[in-house]
């Protein structure tokens, strides 16, 4: 879509655009139940609108002679499409907490928090480390007690199991010890 307007009778798309953009931004900076994909996903549309709209403006200002447009219409769309990256690098921080928008200067303290701040994350991780440590001490320990436990078990079923076999063995052979036969009676 050309926005320059083309000849001086064409119709200039420029205004149709901008109420879509806005509109779009609008929507994307207050998209309830998006997923950040999603707004970005909206926001990559949306820079493309832009882009298009930018790039129409460099071609007006460098064919001033083919477009009947004011220097003050130019200064207009120029300042919109800064407005729209503004807007849409506002939904961007916003996504990211605020760590897109960050200037370099003061952007370490930005990121990392007041030295206060840094300290009370310090303490709070080796606290965090220290119980994850006793923690994992602990369950050393009952995974130990559960390991000797299924030996003591193991050990008692296989001890139960030969006595059983050798209670078997004995009940058979006393049987057949205490049965007789005909000619040993004799003997007896």
């Known amino acids: ?3 320059t307007g083309g000849e ?8 149709s655009l901008k109420s879509e953009i806005e509109t779009a931004i609008q929507e994307a900076a207050s998209a309830h139940g998006w997923s950040s994909r999603q707004v970005e ?13 930018e790039e129409s403006i460099e071609r007006i200002v460098a064919n001033k002679e083919r477009f009947a447009m004011s220097n003050d219409e130019i ?6 499409v800064q407005n729209w990256k503004r807007q849409m ?4 921080a916003d996504l990211t907490g605020g760590f897109g928008k960050t200037s370099s200067k003061g952007s370490r303290e930005a990121l990392l928090g ?13 606290a965090l480390e220290r119980d994850n440590q006793e923690f994992m001490e602990g369950e050393g320990m ?18 139960t199991k030969r006595r059983s076999c050798h209670d078997a063995t004995s009940r058979s ?3 057949t010890s205490t049965r007789r036969s005909p000619a040993s009676a004799k003997w007896a």
Not at 8 to 15: A, E, L, R, S
Request: glycine share 2%; hydrophobic share 35%.
């Open 41 to 53: 996903d909206a926001l990559s549309r949306i820079q493309w609108d832009v882009d298009m709209v």
């Open 8 to 15: 001086m009778g064409d119709q200039d798309p420029f205004h």
């Open 1 to 3: 879509a050309d926005l």
């Open 114 to 126: 007041s030295k206060q701040e840094q300290e009370e994350r310090a303490k709070a991780k080796k």
């Open 75 to 80: 200064q207009s769309r120029i300042k919109c």
């Open 89 to 92: 690098d506002d939904v961007r």
């Open 173 to 175: 052979t006393s049987m």
């Open 142 to 159: 009952r995974q130990q007690l559960i390991h000797e436990e299924l030996n003591v078990v193991r050990i008692n079923a296989g001890t």
